[in-house]
C-alpha cells in the first residue's frame, strides 16, 4: 500500500521560512509528478507547485519567486522551501503524487495534510 506522509508545517511570522517534506513509502514501480496543493478555509484546494520525473516544474503565479519545489528520487522525497511567507500563504498543505503501483497501472495518491499559519 503506498502512502505520503508530509512534515515541516507550522506556525510562522509573516516574512519567514519553513520547509515542508513528503515521502513516498510502500511498494511500487515508479513515481511520476509530485506536488504541493493548499485549501484555505472556505476555498478550494490549489496547485501550488509541481515538479516533472525529468525535473521540470511549475509554480502557481502567487507562489512564484518565493516557493522552490525539488525532489529527491532516490528518497521518493519532494520538498517545499517557502521564503518570504505572507498570511494568505495559511492553508494545509496537502503533497500529492501521481504513483505507477505496478508496471500497468497508475494512480493519484494523496498525502494527510500539514498545517501553515503564517501570523504575527
Known amino acids: 500500500q503506498v502512502r505520503l506522509v508530509e512534515s515541516g508545517g507550522g506556525l510562522v511570522q509573516p516574512g519567514g521560512s519553513l520547509r515542508l517534506s513528503c515521502s513516498a513509502s510502500?511498494?511500487?514501480?515508479?513515481?511520476?509528478?509530485m506536488g504541493w496543493y493548499r485549501q484555505a478555509p472556505g476555498k478550494q484546494r490549489e496547485l501550488v507547485a509541481e515538479i516533472a520525473g525529468g525535473g521540470s516544474t511549475n509554480y502557481a503565479d502567487s507562489v512564484k519567486g518565493r516557493f522552490t519545489i525539488s525532489r529527491d528520487s532516490s528518497k521518493y522525497t519532494v520538498y517545499l522551501q517557502m521564503n518570504s511567507l505572507k498570511p494568505e500563504d495559511t492553508a494545509v498543505y496537502y503533497c500529492e503524487a501521481t504513483i505507477k503501483p505496478s508496471a500497468y497501472a497508475v494512480n493519484n495518491y494523496w498525502g494527510q495534510g500539514t498545517q501553515v499559519t503564517v501570523s504575527t
Open positions: 510502500g511498494t511500487f514501480f515508479s513515481i511520476n509528478t
